[in-house]
């Protein structure tokens, strides 16, 4: 038989051993909550995700697989393209592109078919008037070019490069009247030659 004393001293050595056991798993449940508030803290004040709580003792739990949700795309529906026809250029009222904006070549020398006389490849401004005589049959008048050649004029005399026609011969000067660009009459007077040489 065991001495009671001996078994209440086991008894209390007993209890003891619960108690401290209890303890020491009460401070590790407290120290646990304290860590896991913890890193609940830091989780929040870095924006970041949240931690999974920790697994139970008894092994990892198997990752539950989430069902993708179904994304919501919109359908985009084309707008029925119209079978256009294919274009084609029409030069009905629009100008020739190869065609020069500015006319180089005067009219009046598309319309002309006969060649022009010597007095017609002059400008007025180069014929000098040296003469006017008076004939039964009208005046007529002698010109002369820069180079010295004469040449008589009458009514009706084609003279210059502007298609000009003699109208009238007077006694001090010749009147032409040009048609080109448009028409005008222009007056040579008579170069008179002074006493003692030429003018």
Not at 92 to 117: H, N, S
Request: proline share 9%; hydrophobic share 35%; with cysteine.
């Amino acid at each position: 038989m065991k001495n009671p004393l001996k078994r209440k001293d086991e008894a209390e050595e007993r209890q003891g051993k619960r108690e401290k056991t209890f303890m020491t798993r009460g401070r590790n449940r407290f120290h646990l909550m304290w860590m896991i508030a913890g890193l609940f803290f830091l989780m929040a004040a870095c924006g970041g995700e949240t931690v999974p709580p920790s697994p139970p003792k008894g092994g990892v739990p198997k990752p539950v697989a989430k069902k993708a949700e179904p994304v919501a795309v919109a359908e985009k529906k084309e707008p029925e393209k119209k079978q256009e026809a294919a274009y084609q250029y029409s030069p009905a009222g629009k100008p020739d592109p190869f065609k020069p904006f500015i006319q180089l070549t005067p009219v009046k020398e598309l319309t002309r078919t006969a060649p022009l006389t010597p007095l017609q490849k002059y400008d007025l401004s180069q014929l000098k008037l040296v003469a006017i005589m008076a004939t039964r049959e009208g005046n007529v008048a002698m010109v002369e070019d820069s180079a010295g050649k004469g040449y008589f004029v009458k009514k009706g005399t084609e003279i210059g490069k502007n298609d000009g026609k003699v109208t009238k011969i007077l006694k001090d000067r010749v009147i032409i009247e040009e048609l080109y660009p448009e028409k005008n009459e222009v007056s040579i007077f008579l170069h008179k030659i002074e006493e003692g040489g030429e003018s």
